[in-house]
């Protein structure tokens, strides 16, 4: 079966760290782009970071652009996001997903991690 | 930047009946990379079309997707009383690399 399992979520003041996992099964994970995706509460859905496969391509969204670091560790089937310098705004149900293959559309995704930003 | 817009806001309609979603881009797109999705209350967003018009694994037949260039449609023939929720639209290839529209909610009278 295939499955993303997100965890790392917690509680963190603001100007707080945190680091975010995902465990991949089920697939060649090495072969796939992966992606964080957030949703605040009752908001949106927002793209935050994008890494390929071996890692040759990484990208982020301006709102966490220098503060966020998105990694893999395809030996382990894991992705990771480090979140430095939280905000309040940041606060929100984190997703990896999956990247399809050839349409870039997010096939895979996990159940979520939640972030508190609150002091 | 591209900017995705979805109406209407909120969709109630009643069993069996059709629904027509809308998402339009602030600027001509490649159909190859628009997706739409649907989310429920508490749970992760599920790829419901990708291509535009190509529906994913598992997906009924009462959903499709069209469109091209700025406008695009998702479309649910005879909705079932679990089609309520959010459904989005989403795009790869613009700045930022993905875009979401707002989402429209579907409302099961």
């Known amino acids: 079966e295939v499955q993303l399992v997100e965890s790392g979520g917690d509680v963190v003041q603001p100007g707080g760290s945190l680091r975010l996992s995902c465990a991949a099964s089920g697939f060649s994970f090495s072969t796939y782009s992966m992606t964080w995706v957030r949703q605040a509460p009752g908001k949106e859905l927002e793209w935050i970071s994008y890494i390929r496969g071996r890692s040759t391509d990484i990208s982020y969204a301006d709102s966490v652009k220098g503060r966020f670091t998105i990694s893999r560790d395809n030996a382990k089937n894991s992705l990771y996001l480090q979140m430095n310098s939280l905000r309040v705004d940041d606060m929100a149900v984190y997703y990896c997903?999956?990247?399809?293959?050839?349409?870039?559309?997010?096939?895979?995704w996990g159940q979520g991690t939640t972030v508190t930003v609150s002091s | 930047e591209i900017v995705l817009t979805q109406s209407p806001g909120t969709l109630s309609l009643s069993p069996g009946e059709r629904a027509t979603l809308s998402c339009r881009a602030s600027?001509?797109?490649?159909?190859?990379?628009l997706a739409w999705y649907q989310q429920k209350p508490g749970q992760p967003p599920r790829l419901l079309i990708y291509g535009a018009s190509t529906r994913a694994t598992g997906i009924p037949d009462r959903f499709s997707g069209s469109g091209s260039g700025t406008d695009f449609t998702l479309t649910i023939t005879r909705l079932e009383p679990e089609d309520f929720g959010v459904y989005y639209c989403?795009?790869?290839?613009?700045?930022?690399?993905?875009?979401f529209g707002p989402g429209t909610k579907v409302d099961i009278k």
């Open positions: 600027q001509s797109v490649s159909s190859s990379y």
């Open positions: 989403h795009l790869y290839g613009s700045s930022p690399l993905f875009t």
């Open positions: 997903a999956r990247v399809g293959l050839g349409y870039y559309s997010m096939d895979v």
